[in-house]
């Protein structure tokens, strides 16, 4: 990291700017890059020049928000796939409700069944005494693991939050469309301010209140498992529960949905203060927000 700030930072310019890949590749190689000579081995003699040289790590960082392939995105962008003509008429409204229904179905099924499970856990925190009689160890990898797929939860949630919020704000409906600029596929079409507001009361407040309510029932339904075999049947549960919304998207949802989700492009803009905090200092507040659960939820279990 540090040779990449030093190789590509200009203080002046405030910027990332390519240097020269020769030089930079001459550096890595510790001098001076030779050319294959006509019999196939290498002249020692003679030096030659790249056509094409690509440095993966040369140049500012691009914001990208991609969007999760989860039940809860894919019930809202089968609602923007056809057009506004199409609902106008009997056979089009029904051909398009029958591929929007089992979305929605779905993410109804999603909510029942997360929720049934926090109401069963919530019965059993409540029946648990405090003081763990597991491995210390033992608890602390569990209790790690329940954090990582916790937070995970947490950022895509954000991640879905942020994508909202930047996508392009459309006066009417608008089926999505997909521009190629350069080479790259871009959004070339976006969401209206009632579409937004949907996906943020049936997606998004939704799921990051369940992610909420699991972090605090789960976490002390793990820390508090009697037996060390208790204790990592009921961090997997927590685990799985978290992901039921993955396994049925990827369990039920129809292949060709699936295919035009994995295809959608990102969000990009250019932020070099934004790239630079994603890449510089989002791990560690990663970091900080793990240590943080597993501590908190270590010392609760001794209450």
């Given amino acids: 990291v540090a040779q990449f700030l ?6 002046t310019k405030g910027s990332y700017s390519p240097r020269s890949y020769i ?3 001459e550096e890595c190689n510790g001098g001076s890059m030779m050319e294959e000579g006509k019999g196939g081995s290498m002249n020692s003699e003679s030096s030659y020049s790249v056509q094409s ?6 140049g500012a960082p691009d914001v990208e928000l991609q969007l999760p392939e989860s039940i809860y995105v894919s019930s809202r962008m089968v609602f923007h796939a056809a057009k506004a003509e199409e609902y106008e008429n009997l056979t089009g409204a ?8 089992p979305q ?3 993410l109804a099924f999603n909510y029942v069944m997360q929720c049934g499970f926090l109401y069963y856990i919530q019965r059993e925190v409540d029946t648990k005494s405090c003081g763990p009689g597991t491995n210390p160890f033992v608890r602390l990898l569990a209790l790690s693991a329940f954090s990582v797929s916790i937070l995970g939860e947490f950022f895509e949630t954000l991640t879905m939050f942020y994508w909202v919020w930047n996508v392009k704000t459309e006066e009417s409906h608008c089926e999505v469309r997909i521009a190629n600029i350069d080479g790259q596929d871009e959004w070339a079409s976006g969401m209206t301010k009632v579409q937004k507001i949907y996906f943020a009361i049936f997606s998004l407040i939704p799921k990051a209140c369940i992610g909420v309510v699991l972090l605090y029932l789960g976490g002390h339904y793990v820390a ?10 009921n961090c997997v549960a927590i685990v799985f529960i978290i992901d039921f919304d993955d396994i049925l998207y990827r ?5 060709f949905i699936k295919k035009v989700m994995a295809e959608l492009p990102p969000i990009r803009f250019r932020s070099v203060m934004s790239g630079l905090f994603d ?7 990663k970091a900080l927000f793990f240590a943080v659960i597993v501590i908190g939820l270590e010392l609760s279990s001794h209450c």
């Fill in 6 to 11: 030093a190789h590509t930072w200009h203080p």
């Fill in 251 to 255: 369990t039920f949802t129809p292949i």
């Fill in 53 to 58: 040289y690509s440095v993966p790590f040369d």
């Fill in 94 to 101: 029904l051909l398009s409700w029958m591929v929007i229904s």
């Fill in 279 to 285: 890449v510089l200092v989002v791990p560690y507040i």
């Fill in 224 to 233: 508090l498992s009697p037996t060390n075999n208790d204790l990592i049947l």
């Fill in 104 to 106: 929605l179905l779905l």
């Fill in 23 to 25: 030089a930079m590749a």
